[in-house]
């Protein structure tokens, strides 16, 4: 089957398009025929191996480096021994290593049943973006009716599923986005949107009860003047390149935290069903709907990453092998 590997950490230009052996699903895997792909931040990083940090996380969780991919939409054509939610011919969505591929494994446990209605393309973008928006809010930042929440990077990748998972479960909702995506940002929902290439919100005078903070470049501190009292700056994007200068910017709020009644938390996502299956429920029944920027082909994996790098998409960046 084609693949995409990397041999070495680097630009882009490692990513390459080969001939590989088809993988064999574990007892508790099954085996996906890639319909569609996307492209997370994580993939890039990982690829790059900055900061060091994350080549040192990498090697913990014993994660293939040499095969991106880890948002996955497809078909099953084999199951292990051990599975018993899916079947050959069962169109599935979710988490998956290696995903830049015809073909790819996946444990059962991060899979879902993707619907009729909803495109592979769409499916693909759910898993880490719709994850992180989701539980960060709702876990997290204990999201309700009425509550105002801003979200920093609202035109994103996540920021986007952010947005309408807010409106969701009801809270009024103000982006903060570049001056292109002001139009696109306020028609998923926001209530209020930021130029943040001409306001500093941070110096304004709303105050919210969470802030989302999608890209990595705010200080809690300065995010504090715009906190309600015990209101929670909820953490999903690290900006810097440094393992130093995100170490520091973190610990920064952490310690920050401990002393004031505005909390600052990190998070990372984790797949599961129940989550997968929400999100499929809620694009299913129009309450969200993913927002993809461009689509790329299997060869053209690089190029897509290269643009994702760039911090300017709109939403996802997809690879479709339909």
């Avoid at 996502?269 to 299997?298: F, H």
């Amino acid at each position: 089957m084609k693949a995409i590997v990397y041999h070495d950490y680097g630009s882009a230009d490692v990513l390459k398009l080969e001939e590989t052996e088809d993988p064999k699903p574990r007892d508790d895997e099954v085996l996906i025929k890639v319909r569609a792909a996307s492209v997370n931040p994580l993939d890039w990083r990982l690829m790059k191996g900055k900061p060091y940090l994350i080549r040192m996380m990498a090697r913990l969780v014993k994660l293939k480096t040499g095969r991106p991919g880890v948002d996955v939409a497809g078909e099953v054509q084999a199951v292990g021994r051990n599975v018993t939610q899916f079947k050959a011919g069962d169109a599935v969505f979710g988490a998956c290593s290696g995903a830049f591929a015809e073909y790819a494994c996946a444990p059962q446990s991060g899979l879902a049943s993707k619907p009729e209605d909803m495109s592979f393309e769409q499916a693909a973008s759910i898993n880490v973006a719709a994850m992180t928006a989701l539980q960060a809010l709702r876990n997290k930042g204990r999201i309700g009716p009425g509550q105002k929440v801003l979200i920093n990077g609202a035109a994103g990748g996540v920021g986007t599923f952010a947005v309408q998972i807010a409106k969701a479960f009801g809270a009024e909702v103000t982006g903060v986005c570049s001056t292109r995506n002001l139009d696109s940002v306020r028609s998923i929902g926001a209530d209020h949107v930021i130029d943040y290439t001409k306001e500093d919100f941070t110096k304004g005078t709303e105050r919210y009860d969470v802030i989302f903070e999608g890209v990595g470049n705010l200080s809690f501190s300065a995010c504090r003047r715009v906190l309600k009292r015990a209101g929670k700056f909820v953490i999903v994007g690290a900006h810097s390149s440094s393992a130093i200068g995100l170490m520091s910017w973190l610990i920064k709020a952490m310690v920050l935290s401990l002393f004031v009644s505005e909390k600052a938390i990190m998070f990372l996502a984790s797949p599961n069903q129940q989550d997968l299956s929400l999100m499929s429920e809620w694009i299913s029944s129009g309450k969200v709907t993913p927002v993809i920027d461009r689509c790329y082909k299997l060869s053209e994996v690089p190029e897509a990453v290269r643009y994702l790098e760039q911090g300017h998409a709109r939403g996802k960046v997809v690879i479709s092998l339909t």
